[in-house]
């Protein structure tokens, strides 16, 4: 496996500051591999956003650094969501495009993610070269030859006017109130002037960061405090974003939160249920069973992918679908824009609501969303999951309780030591007692 890919994962790298690989000594030497490889193109430039975590500071320095040193110049976003960095790196003709964030984690934790010239992710064989740049020295250009770096000073307007432009021209939000969560993030910033923008009445939480309050008991992650101000505000709905701007979680009037399979679903009835015209969705191993009956009902395709967003995407593009994503609330409008985007994606389900004339409560009450219960096994050794009888035979048992009303998987996870034992049916009683029963042979099994 390629090292980068190995530090990167689907999701760039990410861990807790000052461990490996998350050191500014590693972010030097990274920007320096990046900016060997990209400055065999004249002329090349890196763009570098972040969002609003302490550490941020610290990483962003030393990319520059290294960018620089490798000879490329670098254009500084500040704080701006990730996938604002992705539409500016192409609006900029930029070589690439580097987000400082880790995402819906709280603030100890930071990362990286790279986008290519497209604002999509970097191709195989860009990451190969980046790997092979970082087995070698540390050099410097030349004097003459040293990278600049310049500040964009406009970038939050520019991607403001972007993400209004991705709705029917005349749809405005009059008459609608809003309560956004921005988690202590990249949209404090940015989703306010957009709604606002659009002609909605908005009220802001969690839009004060201080660089160790990103995500803490709020955004998508934990909407809580969003829908206590819902409910304390009577506004028609809540949007609550996480950390880096990529994931979204709505909350209707009545104080229930939709996830992301809720409002893929919504989506695609809007765009797709009168004529669905060789379209489909892409989901994962983890979107609801609801969601792919509601679906099929419309007589709409629906795939599923192993959960993360690299899978989702690559389905799309082989089957050449936009519409895709993730119960977490990744969701994916590629008719739109390049990658998954919380307040665009908000926004296509606001237009469904004004085109159709419903509010978010009665839109997504047309989906039967299943029961679902999710235990999580802690387990040296997860992939051992593998070919254990007892355990397979315990998961067809289930699966043979629960016909074909429901699911049942087992899934190690990518990040931690553990298994993720998941059941889904319309009995939300049985649904539970099978989870716990399945996660105690588990337990038992590979202890």
Not at 61 to 84: N, W, Y
Not at 246 to 268: F, H, P, S, T
Not at 368 to 391: D, H, Y
């Amino acid at each position: 496996m390629s090292k980068v890919k190995k530090y990167f994962g689907t999701d760039g790298i990410r861990g807790r500051v000052g461990e490996y690989p998350v050191t500014p000594d590693f972010f030097l030497k990274l920007g320096w591999a990046t900016g060997r490889v990209f400055s065999k193109t004249p002329g090349s430039t890196v763009l570098i956003g972040k969002d609003t975590r302490i550490s941020g500071y610290m990483f962003e320095s030393a990319l520059e650094a290294g960018l620089t040193s490798a000879g490329v110049d670098i254009k500084l976003l500040g704080p701006m969501p990730t996938p604002g960095v992705a539409h500016l790196t192409s609006t900029f003709q930029a070589q690439a495009g580097i987000v400082i964030s880790a995402s819906h984690n709280s603030y100890e934790d930071n990362g990286i993610k790279f986008f290519s010239a497209q604002g999509a992710k970097l191709s195989d064989d860009i990451e190969f070269a980046i790997e092979d740049a970082l087995d070698s020295e540390l050099q410097t250009v030349s004097s003459d030859k040293i990278g600049k770096a310049s500040r964009i000073t406009d970038a939050s307007g520019r991607y403001i006017e972007f993400c209004k432009g991705t709705i029917q021209s005349g749809i405005r939000f009059n008459g609608l109130k809003i309560v956004l969560d921005c988690a202590n993030g990249a949209t404090y910033h940015i989703a306010p002037g957009v709604f606002e923008e659009l002609g909605a009445e908005v009220i802001v939480i969690a839009n004060t960061p201080d660089g160790l309050n990103i995500n803490k008991e709020c955004g998508s992650t934990q909407p809580q405090q969003l829908v206590n101000k819902v409910l304390e505000c009577q506004a028609d709905l809540g949007i609550a974003f996480d950390g880096d701007g990529d994931r979204l979680q709505m909350v209707d009037n009545k104080g229930e939160v939709l996830d992301g399979d809720e409002l893929l679903y919504i989506i695609a009835m809007h765009k797709l249920g009168a004529n669905p015209n060789d379209q489909g969705v892409v989901g994962t191993l983890m979107s609801n069973l609801g969601l792919e009956i509601a679906l099929n009902d419309m007589k709409i395709p629906f795939r599923r992918t192993p959960v993360g967003d690299r899978y989702v995407m690559q389905e799309l593009k082989t089957r050449q679908w936009y519409l895709g994503g993730e119960s977490s609330g990744h969701v994916i409008c590629l008719d739109k824009t390049t990658t998954g985007d919380g307040i665009i994606s908000a926004l296509q389900v606001l237009a469904a609501m004004q085109e159709m004339g419903k509010n978010l409560y009665d839109l997504k009450s047309t989906m039967e969303k299943f029961p679902q219960t999710m235990i999580n096994v802690r387990l040296e050794n997860p992939k051992a999951l593998n070919g254990n009888k007892a355990i397979q035979s315990a998961v067809a048992d289930a699966e043979s309780t629960l016909g074909k009303e429901g699911r049942v998987l087992l899934r190690p996870s990518g990040t931690e030591p553990m298994v993720r034992v998941m059941v889904e049916g319309s009995d939300e009683a049985l649904v539970r007692k099978l989870a716990t029963e399945l996660s105690q042979v588990v337990s038992r099994e590979l202890a």
